[in-house]
Nanobody
Framework: QVQLVDSGGGSVQAGGALRLACAASGSSFGSYIINWFRQTPGKEREFVAT????????YYAGSVKGRFTISRDNAKKTVYLQMNSLIPEDTAVYYC???????????????WGQGTQVTVSS
């Protein structure tokens, strides 16, 4: 089992940057694929990015590719989401997610952080 705590959200102007962090506690952090999702009111949770057990195979939603970078530090049990060139459409609550196998982000299963709010103003 793993517990996740999201942090790093805030309010920025368009074109700005934020770095989110997902800190894990519990055992076997390296056994989980870590994903970031986001959600706005009235909409379904949306996949943003995923990274595999050792920090390889990053994969991004088309809407953020080229602007966001996911990375992980297994020694610190932390995954990061560097968000650059932010636009108002990036405004959402961002959640990290831990699940067990490749492609599990497609099923939105596993463990979740509490979310961190990102607000981008024009």
């Amino acid at each position: 089992q793993v517990q996740l705590v999201d942090s790093g959200g805030g309010s920025v102007q368009a074109g700005g940057a934020l770095r989110l962090a997902c800190a894990a506690s519990g055992s076997s952090f390296g056994s989980y694929i870590i994903n970031w999702f986001r959600q706005t009111p009235g909409k379904e949770r949306e996949f943003v990015a995923t990274i595999d057990y050792t920090g390889g195979s990053p994969y991004y939603a088309g809407s953020v590719k080229g602007r966001f970078t996911i990375s992980r530090d297994n020694a610190k049990k932390t995954v990061y989401l560097q968000m650059n060139s932010l636009i108002p459409e990036d405004t959402a609550v961002y959640y990290c997610n831990a699940c067990s196998d490749y492609g599990c982000w497609r099923r939105s299963e596993g463990y979740w952080g509490q979310g961190t709010q990102v607000t981008v103003s024009s």
